[in-house]
């Protein structure tokens, strides 16, 4: 059962339904808040009585007006009780409340112990954990210098082996050296001529000034043919600048070595101290301190990046005599390469370009039979046109005519429909004609306009051709030899 109170101040927070008494107070305010309610057969005069609290108290409270609320608290404002005027019954606490205090005590008494014992056998459980916690940590420290020693005699071996081998590749590039200086100066011919080629095209005119695959192929030219020229060169700076990168390689790597054999001999010295070891001390916040400037990850790093750049330098060396080789072939067999695909595109574009002038000389000796045959009809309407006129004009008169009939003899009769409808649908032909007519006439006007276009494209044509089959092709005739572009002669 739920405690309402404390037996201190024996303080409710509202009425409960309970068949108990709450804990009276000794104080005013207990007597004031917690006085139960007078109900409508009792007043404030009337004596107090338990069984009249229990009946009260019992009952659930309802919802009473602001008005009654006043009043309630005027009556228990001027109705005191004091404890002079208790009669024998008018005990503080029941029985229950008494059995339940006892009962309370037995079950904090319980929970106490309980906590207290279970404190014990965690502290006891945690001493001896963190023993074995303390003993564990000691050798996997201990497991880990002796590792970290095997880490450092294994970089060292490597420092050792990449050092020896860096010595032995510090000086051999100087036999391809010219002849990679003849072959960049070959390259000058053919960059000449393919820029040639570009600069005569720029005179097409018109439609023909067109970005076609033989533009292209000459512009890529021009640029294999620069960037052959600038790979050259860039491997010339390599082979300057690579006895110095060698050398600064070697530096690193031997300050590195030398780093790691001050470093093998302190963690040497720190794997073999124990408790009972001399020198050992406290060094107070030593283990807050962070001077360190690498991590495992980054320490293993920084050896392997020294490792694999003076591999790469090395690479790099030893690679660099055979790239000269095999650039000076790739570059040879490129600009051969790209020469040739130059050469197919103008025989396509030539081709291309006749077949296009031979069709629209085609399509100009249609065009000028279209433009007789046009003329042929705009004639043809023309008299269709002059022929409506005189069964138009009898038509007209014939209705003129019949308009002059006397009296009730102007009737509309059948010939008067007929032929009201005769000059209607001539009228409607001499509209069709000449309506067609017009159509006839701007296309005439179209194709005249097409023959003019057609007169010029084909001299525009003629121009391409010259420049694409006289002027370029006959420049590249002559091109470098192989022997040449590598550099032999």
């Given at each position: 059962?739920?405690?309402?109170?404390?037996?201190?101040?024996?303080?409710?927070?509202?009425?409960?339904?309970?068949?108990?008494?709450?804990?009276?107070?000794?104080?005013?305010?207990?007597?004031?808040?917690?006085?139960?309610?007078?109900?409508a057969?009792?007043n404030?005069?009337?004596?107090?009585?338990?069984?009249?609290?229990?009946?009260?108290?019992?009952?659930?409270?309802?919802?009473m007006?602001?008005s009654?609320?006043?009043?309630?608290?005027?009556?228990?404002?001027?109705?005191?009780f004091?404890?002079?005027n208790?009669?024998?019954?008018?005990?503080?606490?029941?029985?229950?409340?008494?059995?339940?205090?006892?009962?309370?005590?037995?079950?904090?008494?319980?929970?106490?112990?309980?906590?207290?014992?279970?404190?014990?056998?965690?502290?006891?459980?945690?001493?001896?954990?963190?023993?074995?916690?303390?003993r564990?940590?000691?050798?996997?420290?201990?497991r880990?210098?002796?590792?970290?020693?095997?880490?450092?005699?294994?970089w060292?071996?490597?420092?050792?082996?990449?050092?020896?081998?860096?010595?032995?590749?510090?000086?051999?590039l100087?036999?391809?050296?010219?002849?990679?200086?003849?072959?960049?100066?070959?390259?000058?011919?053919?960059?000449?001529?393919?820029?040639?080629c570009?600069?005569?095209?720029?005179?097409?005119?018109?439609?023909?000034?067109?970005?076609?695959?033989?533009?292209?192929?000459?512009?890529?030219e021009?640029?294999?043919i620069?960037?052959c020229?600038?790979?050259?060169?860039?491997?010339?700076?390599?082979?300057?600048?690579?006895?110095?990168?060698?050398?600064a390689?070697?530096?690193?790597?031997?300050?590195?070595l030398?780093?790691?054999v001050?470093?093998?001999?302190?963690?040497?010295?720190?794997?073999?101290?124990?408790?009972?070891?001399?020198g050992?001390?406290?060094?107070?916040?030593?283990?807050?301190?962070?001077?360190?400037?690498?991590?495992?990850?980054?320490?293993?790093?920084?050896?392997?990046?020294?490792?694999?750049?003076s591999?790469?330098?090395?690479?790099?060396?030893?690679?660099?005599?055979?790239?000269?080789?095999?650039l000076?072939?790739?570059?040879?067999?490129?600009?051969?390469?790209q020469?040739?695909t130059?050469?197919?595109?103008?025989?396509?574009?030539?081709s291309?370009?006749?077949?296009a002038?031979?069709?629209?000389?085609?399509?100009?000796?249609?065009?000028?039979q279209?433009?007789f045959?046009?003329?042929?009809?705009?004639?043809?309407?023309?008299?269709a046109?002059r022929?409506?006129?005189?069964?138009?004009?009898v038509?007209?008169?014939?209705?003129?005519?019949?308009?002059?009939?006397?009296?009730v003899?102007?009737?509309?009769?059948?010939?008067?429909?007929?032929?009201?409808?005769?000059?209607?649908?001539?009228?409607?032909?001499?509209?069709?004609?000449?309506?067609?007519?017009?159509?006839?006439?701007?296309?005439?006007?179209?194709?005249?306009?097409?023959?003019?276009?057609?007169?010029?494209?084909?001299?525009?044509?003629?121009?391409?051709?010259?420049?694409?089959?006289?002027?370029?092709?006959?420049?590249r005739?002559?091109?470098?030899?192989?022997?040449?572009?590598?550099?032999y002669?």
């Amino acid at each position: 059962m739920e405690l309402i109170g404390s037996t201190q101040t024996a303080t409710y927070a509202r009425p409960k339904i309970s068949n108990f008494l709450p804990a009276i107070s000794t104080m005013a305010s207990s007597y004031k808040n917690f006085q139960p309610a007078l109900t409508a057969n009792q007043n404030a005069n009337t004596p107090w009585r338990t069984n009249t609290y229990f009946r009260t108290g019992s009952a659930i409270p309802s919802i009473m007006s602001i008005s009654q609320r006043d009043n309630l608290e005027l009556v228990r404002a001027n109705t005191m009780f004091y404890p002079s005027n208790r009669t024998a019954l008018n005990t503080r606490y029941t029985p229950d409340d008494w059995f339940k205090s006892n009962y309370s005590n037995y079950r904090e008494s319980e929970s106490s112990r309980n906590s207290a014992e279970r404190l014990r056998r965690d502290t006891i459980r945690l001493i001896q954990d963190r023993e074995q916690l303390t003993r564990r940590t000691q050798e996997n420290t201990s497991r880990n210098l002796g590792e970290r020693l095997n880490d450092i005699s294994f970089w060292r071996s490597e420092l050792h082996h990449e050092i020896d081998n860096m010595v032995t590749e510090i000086a051999a590039l100087n036999e391809v050296k010219r002849r990679l200086e003849r072959a960049l100066a070959e390259t000058e011919g053919p960059l000449q001529m393919s820029q040639e080629c570009l600069f005569h095209r720029e005179k097409r005119m018109s439609i023909d000034l067109v970005h076609d695959d033989v533009e292209k192929d000459l512009i890529k030219e021009v640029e294999v043919i620069k960037s052959c020229q600038e790979r050259m060169r860039r491997n010339l700076d390599k082979a300057i600048a690579q006895l110095a990168s060698n050398r600064a390689c070697q530096h690193e790597l031997e300050r590195d070595l030398n780093d790691k054999v001050t470093a093998q001999r302190i963690d040497d010295r720190c794997h073999q101290m124990r408790n009972t070891s001399d020198g050992i001390s406290y060094y107070r916040g030593i283990e807050r301190l962070d001077p360190f400037l690498s991590l495992p990850d980054s320490w293993s790093k920084f050896t392997d990046d020294n490792i694999l750049h003076s591999q790469s330098e090395r690479a790099a060396s030893h690679k660099l005599r055979d790239e000269i080789e095999v650039l000076l072939n790739t570059t040879s067999n490129e600009m051969w390469n790209q020469f040739n695909t130059v050469n197919v595109a103008f025989t396509n574009r030539i081709s291309e370009m006749a077949e296009a002038k031979n069709s629209l000389q085609t399509h100009l000796a249609k065009t000028l039979q279209e433009i007789f045959q046009t003329e042929m009809l705009i004639e043809a309407l023309k008299k269709a046109i002059r022929d409506k006129e005189s069964p138009l004009k009898v038509a007209q008169t014939r209705l003129e005519e019949r308009i002059r009939r006397p009296n009730v003899e102007l009737c509309r009769d059948n010939p008067h429909h007929r032929l009201v409808i005769e000059v209607r649908e001539i009228e409607d032909t001499i509209h069709k004609l000449r309506e067609r007519l017009m159509e006839a006439e701007n296309t005439l006007q179209n194709l005249v306009k097409t023959k003019v276009a057609l007169e010029h494209d084909i001299s525009v044509k003629a121009n391409s051709l010259f420049l694409d089959q006289e002027k370029c092709m006959s420049m590249r005739k002559s091109f470098p030899s192989t022997p040449r572009l590598v550099g032999y002669t």
